[in-house]
C-alpha cells in the first residue's frame, strides 16, 4: 500500500522492530502499513471517539492488517510503556500535542522515541518539549497539499533548555532544501508583516522590536 507523503515521511523516523503506537489514528492507515512491513515489533493505535476507530477497523481488515490493537482512549491514556517504545501523535495542533505527551508518564524515559507533526502552534510544541526535557533530535519539513509542516522526532533527557528566538520558529531546520528553505522563509514573511504592523504602535514597541529582530536573523539564516 502506498501512504501519502507526509505519512511516509513519519513512516521512515521509526526504527526498525520497535513497537509503535500510532495517537489519533483516524484511518489507519499508517498503521495498517506498518503493519504489514512486518519490520515492528507490534503496533497498536489509538482514538478519543469510536467512529474513527471503527473506520480504522474496517480499513484494517479490508489491508489485512487485523494484527493492528485499536484502543479508545484520550491520546495516550490507556496506553503503558510495554504497548510502545515510538510513540506518533501527527495530525492535530501543538498544544494538543504537548498535553497527550504532558499526560504520558511513561513517555519520561530515555528510551521512548516521540514523533510529532503538528498542523498548527509547532513553536507551543518546541517550547513545551524544551522546558520539560524533551530533546528534538530530528527535524524534518515537509509540503503536502500547499502547506507547509514540520516533522520532529524527541526523546526525554529530563533537561531543561533554552530556545533562541529563531530556534522557536524554525527549530533545528536549516535551508539545507527546498522545503526547508519554504519553511524558514514562511517564519520571515510571518515576522516580518508582524513587525510592520506594529511599527506606529506606541505601546506595542517591544514587540516590534522581537519581530523585527526576528526578521532580520531568519533573513541571515536564509543568506538573503
Known sequence: MELSKRL???ATMINEGSSVC???TDHGYLPAFLYLSGKYKSVCATDINQKPLDSARKNLERLGAGGVRLVLCDGL?????QDADTVIVAGMGGEVISGIISRADFLRDNTVEIIMQPTTAAKELRHFLSQNG???EIELPLQE???IYSVMKARYTGKPYSLSNEQSVIGILKPDSDD???YIQKQY???LKCADSLKDVSHKQDEYKYYLELSNNLKNILGV
Open 145 to 147: 497539499n500547499g502547506k
Open 8 to 10: 511516509s515521511l513519519i
Open 180 to 182: 526547508a528553505i519554504q
Open 77 to 81: 491514556a490507556s496506553i503503558t510503556r
Open 134 to 136: 524533551f530533546l528534538v
Open 22 to 24: 500510532d495517537v489519533g
Open 189 to 191: 514573511k510571518i515576522a
